[in-house]
């Protein structure tokens, strides 16, 4: 399953609303997970089942979606989440991940 | 606090064999699968194969079938990543990543900080 996400690069400024697409080349029902990953760091699990968000992420961060078509809101932008967000999809083995979008501070 | 602790930085050169590693903290290791992703510099995330240490069961990836060798040694709470004759094009960050979910539909909930691993002549 190919996993096509826009835009590559979003340059925000802090307190923005910014949102996240994520685009499965076939349906994944809701087994869409994000990352984010900052640099020389590992990724970090953010949401998982489309929707459900991790502890230790504030509740600006939400996912939505299902089937084909997934986003990631960040509802006010902060320093820390200047980052790169991937989304997965694990409905097949094995799961694949979209090539990320940049968050940078614009 | 569960972790996972990767091996360290590895420079090699092209024909060299290889094997990294990564130990897990605060869990019972044997009782979970453990993953290894590629990324490639400056690229995205590669599943690349999965483990139970419990049994050994083993996948990979078709894109890797092959081209690696995943084992682990579940009383030392170890999983490991094995080339046998490294390429240039091996180059890459590995992460090992702890899946989560049921039926082979698995997210990653927990990973290392990765082994940064260079095959260069």
């Known amino acids: 399953i190919l996993m096509t996400q826009s835009p590559a690069t979003l340059s925000v400024s802090p307190g923005e609303r910014v949102t996240l697409s994520c685009r499965a080349s076939q349906s994944v029902s809701n087994n869409l997970a994000w990352y984010q990953q900052k640099p020389g760091q590992a990724p970090r699990l953010l949401i998982y089942r489309a929707s459900a968000r991790v502890a230790g992420f504030p509740a600006r961060f939400s996912g939505s979606g299902s089937g084909t078509e997934f986003s990631l809101t960040i509802s006010s932008l902060q320093a820390e989440d200047f980052a790169v967000y991937y989304c997965?999809?694990?409905?097949?083995?094995?799961?694949?991940f979209g090539q990320g979008t940049q968050v940078e501070i614009k | 606090e569960e972790q996972l602790a990767q091996s360290r930085a590895e420079v090699k050169k092209p024909g060299d064999s290889l094997m990294i590693s990564c130990q897990g903290y605060?869990?019972?290791?044997?009782?979970?699968?453990i993953a290894w992703v590629r990324q490639m510099p400056g690229k995205g995330l590669e599943w690349i194969g999965v483990i139970y240490p419990g049994d050994s069961d083993t996948r990979y990836s078709p894109s890797f079938q092959g081209q690696v060798t995943i084992s682990a040694d579940k009383s030392s709470n170890i999983a490991y990543l094995q080339w046998s004759s490294l390429k240039a094009s091996d180059s890459a960050m590995y992460f090992c990543a702890r899946p989560m979910g049921v039926e082979s539909k698995w997210y990653f909930d927990l990973w290392g900080r990765g082994t940064p691993v260079i095959v260069s002549s």
């Open positions: 605060g869990y019972t290791f044997s009782s979970y699968w």
């Open positions: 997965q999809q694990y409905n097949n083995w094995p799961g694949t």
